[in-house]
C-alpha cells in the first residue's frame, strides 16, 4: 500500500496517496483552487505550471501552483480569495 | 544581479527528452554540464513520472534516459525555474523559498518544450475543463478519473495519446473529437510510413471511444449555474449535438516555450526559433533543441537534443543530422495536418472570457488596435500566466502580432532578485541535490 | 468652410498630456486632431505609476502639482471605473529623526497651499500601514493624493475628445511646422496651432531641451490590503532631486487591483530599454529595508520607462517661443515623473494660454522662453 497523507483542505481533512500534488488532492476534495477576478470559481487546466488556474493559500501564502507541489504531511491549503 | 555564481561548460535548460538527451551526450564528451529544471523531478511533460501511483507502468524509454542521464555525470538541478537570462552569458532561476541563482555557460542548450494551445469557448473555465495534456498530468499527480466520463477534444496527435491513457487509467472516454477533417488525417497518416514509427504512438492507438473527425466543442455546459461540467456541445458544421459528460480534456495541439530564446533575441521563423542543422540559434553559444524548433514530437527531439550536446563538444555525427532532416519535414506535415478551421474563430460570443486571468471577456478586445492596445486598455494578459494562455488564442483568434518579453518571464518571489546564497553554500547545496537524489 | 485635414489644434502625442489637451479644445468646440506614432498611451503613460501627488521640489511644481490634483479630484466622479482612480493618500515615511525633522516646515508649507497634510507619528504610522518595519520615525500624510491607472486615464481622455469630434491619426508626424503636419503615409495636416505633447523621444524639434531619466518599476500578484496608501521615502526628493547620479528610493503603490507597484530608480545618459538587473536588485532592496514583508510576494512583470526630464525639473508649457521662431508651435513636454498628476492641469494652462485667457495658477514658471539659452542639464 502506498503511504497516505493527510492535508487540510480549506479546514477539511483529506487523505491522499503519497506523491498526490496539491493541485490533484484539491480536486479529489472537490474545492476551487481559485475564485477568479470576477468571482468564478476555477480549477486547474493546464496541469503543468503554465496557466496559473491552480494557484491557492498553501501554508498561508498566497498565489502558489499546487500543480507543482507534493502534498506534505501537515499542509494547509486554501482556496485563493 | 549579483547572486552567486555556477560556472558550467554546458548549461541546458528543460529536463525532458530532448534537454536528457543533450546533457547526455556533452557530458559524456567531458563536459561539465548542468541542468535546470522546473518540475519536481526529471522527464518533462511527455515523460511526467506518475509519483503517486507507484503501481504505473514505468516508460521504459524514460527509464533508460535517466539511466543514461545518470551516468554521464550531468548535474541535474531540479526544482528551479528560469526567470531571467542576459546576452552576455548569464541564466538566473529562482527556487521555491530561496534567493536567485546565477549560471554561466559556454553553451546554453534550450529544451524548453511546448505547451497546449487553448482556445476560448462558452463554458470553457467551468471546473471539470482540463487541457487533454492538462488532465493527463494532474492524473499522473494522483487525481483519480476511474469511472469517469470523459471527452477529449481538439487536435493534434496527442488527443489520441490522452485518450489511450485515460482509459488505462479507468476513465469511460465518450468521445473523442477532432476538429481537422478526415481526408487530411488520412493523407497525413499515409505519409508515416516513411517514419519512425514512434513518432506517432497517439495515431497509431485505435481508440474504443468514438472517433469524431472535422467536429468540435462549442460550448461546456454546467450542472448548475458555474458549477461542474454536465455536457458538452459539439458541432460538426451542420449537425450539432450534446455530449453527456464529467470530464473535458481539451487542447489545440501544442504552441513552443520560447521565452528564454525570445529574452535572448534569437531569431525565429514564425513562432518556432529558427535553428541550424547542429541546432545553433542565431545567438552565438546559445542553442535549441525539441518542440520550440518545430512541433515534431519525442524522436525528433531526442536527435537534435544528440545533436546540440554533441556540438557543444566539437563533434556532430551524419546518421543523426539525417534524422534531424527527417523530423523537420514531419513536422511541418503535422503542422499542415493539424491547421485550426476558421470555424474555431467564431467560438467565443462576447461575454466569453478570453484571458482567465483578468477575465477578459471576447467582446472587449473587439475595438483594440494591438496586443499592446489591448494589454493597456484591458488587462488581456496581464495576469500572472503573462498571456501563455490568452496570447497564443488571441494570435489565432484577433490575428496580432505578440508582444516582446522581459523578465521575469514567469511570476517570481521578490526574493529571487536579492544577491544569492555564498559560494560554499552553494556548492553543498548542488551536491546533495545531485542527480541521484532527485530523479 | 475649412478643408478637410484643417485643424484649430493638431496635438502630437497620444500620450495623457496630449489626451488631456486634445479632450480640453475639444470641450471649447475646436477641430482638434490627434497623432500618434504608435499605440495611444503606450510610451510614457504606460510606463508611469500614476500617483497623484503634490510635491514640492520648488514653489513653481508646488503651486501645478497641487492645482492639478484639484482638477482629478472634481473630475473623479466622470472617471469610468477602468480608470481605476483611488484616492488613497499618500504617506511620506520618515527612517530617523533627521527626515522626521522636515515633516512640519513640509506641513506647514503645503497648508499655505492649501493643501491638507498631517503629521504621523512612529505608532500612527504603524496602524495605518502594519508591514511597514518597526522602529520607523514617523511621517507625514496627505490624504487628497490618490492613484490612477494610467492608460486608462488617458484613453479615457481621448475617448472623450474624439465623441467630440477630435480626429485620431495613427501615423509617424515626420515634420511639423508653421502650421503644418507631414505623415509618414505622406498625408500633410495643416492647423492653426500644433502641439508637441511627446515624451522623451522627439525628432521634431531638436532644441528642445529634455532629457532621458530611465526609471524601473516592478508590479505584484494581488495582495489586497497588504499596502493601503502610496507610501514614499521621506528620502525620495533627495534622491529624485541629483540630476547626475542613478538613484532608488522607495516608492509603493497600492491598484485598485490589489497588486503592488513598486518604484523607483533614475537613471540619466541610460537608452538602453532593457531591464537594468543590478538596479532593479538595488530598487527592490531598498523597498525590502521598509517592507520586510515584501521579500515573498510574487513578482508578475518588470518595465523600464523614460521620463523626460528638464534641467529645472519643471515641464515646458506654452508657445515654443524662445526654442524656435515658429509662431504656430506650441509645447507640453518635460514632465519627469509628474506628467499624470500635472496633465489635467498643463491641458488647461496651455488652452487657457491659447485663448489669451486668465489661468488659475500663472503659467510663467513653465513657459519654454525661460531655457532661452540652448539648455543643457549639468553633467557631472
Not at chain 2, 337 to 355: G, M, N, Q
Not at chain 3, 55 to 70: K, V
Request: with cysteine; charged share 20%; aromatic share 6%.
Amino acid at each position: 500500500m502506498p503511504e497516505t497523507i493527510s492535508v487540510t483542505i480549506n479546514g477539511a481533512a483529506q487523505h491522499v496517496a503519497a506523491g498526490t500534488t496539491v493541485a490533484a488532492a484539491m480536486l479529489i476534495a472537490g474545492q476551487p483552487t481559485r475564485v477568479s477576478v470576477s468571482g468564478e470559481r476555477r480549477a486547474p487546466l493546464c496541469g503543468m505550471g503554465i496557466c496559473f488556474e491552480c494557484r491557492a493559500v498553501v501554508n498561508g501564502i498566497a498565489h502558489r501552483r499546487t500543480c507543482q507541489i507534493q502534498c506534505e504531511h501537515g499542509m494547509t491549503v486554501e482556496t485563493n480569495p | 544581479m549579483t547572486g552567486d555564481t555556477n560556472r558550467t561548460d554546458v548549461l541546458v535548460v528543460g529536463a525532458g527528452p530532448a534537454g536528457i538527451a543533450a546533457a547526455t551526450a556533452a557530458a559524456r564528451h567531458g563536459l561539465k554540464t548542468i541542468v535546470l529544471d522546473d518540475n519536481p523531478s526529471a522527464g518533462g511533460q511527455i515523460w511526467r513520472d506518475a509519483i503517486a501511483n507507484p503501481h504505473a507502468k514505468k516508460e521504459a524509454a524514460r527509464e533508460r534516459a535517466i539511466q543514461s542521464l545518470r551516468a554521464s555525470g550531468a548535474q541535474l538541478l531540479s526544482g528551479r525555474s528560469v526567470f531571467a537570462a542576459d546576452a552576455t552569458g548569464a541564466v538566473w532561476a529562482a527556487r521555491e523559498g530561496g534567493p536567485q541563482e546565477e549560471f554561466r555557460y559556454q553553451s546554453l542548450i534550450l529544451a524548453t518544450g511546448a505547451r497546449e494551445r487553448f482556445l476560448p469557448f462558452p463554458g470553457w473555465t467551468l471546473p471539470g475543463v482540463f487541457g487533454a495534456g492538462g488532465l493527463q498530468a494532474l492524473v499522473k499527480g494522483g487525481y483519480p478519473v476511474a469511472g469517469k466520463r470523459v471527452v477529449v477534444a481538439g487536435t493534434g496527435p496527442l488527443l489520441l495519446a490522452v485518450a489511450k491513457h485515460l482509459a488505462e487509467d479507468g476513465a469511460k472516454v465518450v468521445r473523442i473529437v477532432e476538429q481537422a477533417p478526415l481526408k487530411r488525417l488520412m493523407s497525413f497518416a499515409a505519409s508515416l510510413a516513411t517514419n519512425p514509427a514512434k513518432l506517432l504512438e497517439g495515431l497509431r492507438f485505435r481508440p474504443r471511444a468514438p472517433y469524431s473527425t472535422g467536429c468540435w466543442v462549442t460550448e461546456a455546459i454546467g450542472a448548475t449555474e458555474g458549477q461542474k461540467l454536465s455536457a458538452v456541445r459539439i458541432s460538426g458544421g451542420v449537425k450539432t449535438w450534446s455530449e453527456p459528460c464529467d470530464l473535458l480534456a481539451g487542447g489545440y495541439n501544442l504552441v513552443p516555450n520560447t521565452e528564454i530564446a525570445e529574452l535572448l533575441r534569437c531569431a525565429f521563423r514564425g513562432s518556432f526559433v529558427r535553428v541550424d542543422d547542429s541546432q545553433r540559434t542565431s545567438v552565438p553559444h546559445v542553442f535549441c533543441v525539441g518542440e520550440p524548433t518545430g512541433i515534431a514530437g519525442l524522436d525528433a527531439a531526442l536527435v537534435q537534443g544528440e545533436i546540440a550536446g554533441l556540438a557543444c563538444a566539437g563533434k556532430s555525427d551524419a546518421a543523426l543530422t539525417r534524422r534531424a532532416a527527417q523530423g523537420r519535414a514531419f513536422a511541418d506535415r503535422l503542422e499542415k495536418a493539424f491547421a485550426l478551421r476558421d470555424e474555431l474563430r467564431s467560438l467565443p460570443h462576447a461575454d466569453t472570457i478570453v484571458c482567465r486571468c483578468e477575465d477578459v471577456p471576447a467582446g472587449k478586445l473587439r475595438d483594440r488596435l494591438s496586443w499592446t492596445d489591448a494589454k493597456l486598455q484591458t488587462r488581456c494578459g496581464m495576469g500572472p500566466c503573462q498571456g501563455r494562455v490568452c496570447g497564443p488564442a488571441i494570435e489565432f483568434l484577433m490575428q496580432w502580432r505578440p508582444v516582446s518579453v522581459r523578465q521575469p518571464i514567469l511570476p517570481v518571489p521578490m526574493q529571487a532578485f536579492f544577491p544569492g546564497t555564498t559560494a560554499a553554500e552553494s556548492a553543498a547545496q548542488t551536491e546533495t541535490e545531485s542527480i541521484e537524489e532527485r530523479v | 468652410m475649412r478643408a478637410s485635414g484643417s485643424f484649430d489644434i493638431l496635438v502630437i502625442g497620444a500620450g495623457i498630456v496630449g489626451s488631456a489637451i486634445a479632450r480640453e479644445g475639444a470641450q471649447l468646440g475646436w477641430r482638434v486632431g490627434v497623432v500618434e506614432a504608435g499605440t495611444p498611451a503606450g510610451g510614457a503613460t504606460a510606463a508611469g505609476m500614476g500617483h497623484l501627488v503634490v510635491m514640492d521640489d520648488s514653489p513653481a511644481q508646488l503651486a501645478l502639482t497641487a492645482y492639478s490634483r484639484s482638477l482629478w479630484r472634481s473630475d473623479a466622479a466622470n472617471l469610468p471605473t477602468a480608470v481605476e482612480y483611488e484616492s488613497c493618500g499618500t504617506i511620506w515615511v520618515a527612517a530617523d529623526d533627521e527626515e522626521m525633522a522636515e515633516v512640519d516646515s513640509r506641513q506647514r508649507l503645503y497648508a499655505q497651499t492649501g493643501v491638507t497634510a498631517s503629521v504621523l507619528n512612529p505608532e500612527e504610522l504603524a496602524r495605518l500601514e502594519p508591514n511597514l518595519r518597526p522602529g520607523l520615525a514617523g511621517g507625514m500624510l496627505v490624504p487628497g493624493d490618490g492613484v490612477v491607472y494610467p492608460p486608462a486615464a488617458a484613453g479615457f481622455y481621448l475617448a472623450e475628445a474624439r465623441r467630440m469630434g477630435a480626429e485620431l491619426f495613427l501615423s509617424r508626424a515626420v515634420a511639423a511646422s508653421h502650421g503644418e503636419v507631414r505623415l509618414s503615409d505622406g498625408s500633410r495636416l495643416s492647423a492653426e496651432r500644433i502641439v508637441l505633447a511627446v515624451g522623451a523621444e522627439c525628432d521634431l524639434l531638436p532644441a528642445l531641451p529634455v532629457q532621458k531619466r530611465k526609471g524601473h518599476l516592478v508590479i505584484t500578484d494581488r495582495y489586497p490590503g497588504f499596502v493601503r496608501h502610496q507610501l514614499v521615502e521621506l528620502g525620495y526628493l533627495k534622491s529624485a532631486h541629483k540630476i547626475t547620479d542613478d538613484s532608488v528610493a522607495f516608492n509603493i503603490q497600492p491598484r485598485q487591483t490589489g497588486q503592488l507597484l513598486l518604484g523607483s530608480s533614475r537613471q540619466y545618459d541610460n537608452d538602453d530599454r532593457a531591464i537594468d538587473t543590478e538596479m532593479l536588485a538595488r530598487m527592490i532592496q531598498r523597498a525590502e529595508e521598509y517592507i520586510p514583508g515584501l521579500r515573498g510576494l510574487s513578482v508578475l512583470r518588470t518595465w523600464t520607462g523614460f521620463r523626460a526630464a528638464t534641467a529645472d525639473k519643471l515641464p515646458l508649457i506654452g508657445p515654443a517661443y524662445g526654442l524656435s521662431d515658429d509662431s504656430t508651435l506650441w509645447l507640453a513636454v518635460g514632465f519627469e515623473g509628474l506628467g499624470i498628476t500635472n496633465a489635467p492641469g498643463a491641458a488647461r494652462l496651455l488652452v487657457d494660454c491659447m485663448q489669451g485667457r486668465e489661468s488659475a495658477i500663472s503659467i510663467d514658471p513653465y513657459l519654454p522662453a525661460r531655457l532661452m539659452e540652448p539648455a543643457r542639464l549639468a553633467h557631472a
